[in-house]
């Protein structure tokens, strides 16, 4: 970690998929997610692959989180027998952030029926957001656009700055 990064604007991408960890399919969700956060002065600080599996999940989250304020997992998070991403964040995170998930289902949901399909969470891992995304590339851009605009803050205020912004 550049220690010329402030940290609070540190961010981890996290794609999981089975296709994607064997080679079989480029990751396109996971540069498309990147590319919002650096829009939005975020650094990408580390993108890792992950198949879909519980443990690999959990483990690269919490060790994302080491390096990170904000995690942003893509994929795994609908309703097939190996979409897991939802179950896996709920295992390391303390405290879920529940608004959020449903901030961007409701704004996806503008866009197509299926977001409501989505399973995706976002909670608290040690002193980082974790955001999980859908696993299409524009779902998972549009899900972050949708919740881009509150993450400084959420940061902020797991980093102990508690002032509370004016509207």
Do not use: W, Y
Not at 55 to 73: C, F, M, N, P, S
Not at 123 to 137: A, F, H, K, Q, R
């Amino acid at each position: 970690m550049s220690s010329s990064i402030p940290e609070t604007f540190r961010a981890a991408v996290l794609t999981v998929s089975d296709s994607c960890a064997r080679g079989e399919r480029n990751d396109l969700s996971g540069p498309a997610v990147s590319r919002v956060l650096q829009e939005h002065h975020f650094s990408v600080v580390e993108t890792r692959i992950v198949a879909d599996d519980h443990g690999a999940i959990q483990k690269a989250i919490v060790e994302l989180a080491r390096k990170a304020r904000l995690v942003v997992t893509t994929g795994g998070t609908g309703i097939s027998a190996r979409d897991v991403t939802p179950e896996a964040t709920r295992t390391v995170c303390g405290r879920m952030l529940d608004g959020i998930s449903e901030r961007m289902r409701r704004e996806g949901e503008k866009k197509t029926p299926f977001a409501v399909l989505s399973r995706g969470l976002c909670g608290v891992c040690g002193t980082s957001v974790v955001l999980n995304l859908p696993g299409s590339p524009v779902g998972a851009a549009d899900s972050l656009q949708a919740v881009i605009e509150l993450m400084p803050h959420a940061i902020q205020l797991l980093a102990g700055k508690t002032e509370h912004l004016a509207n």
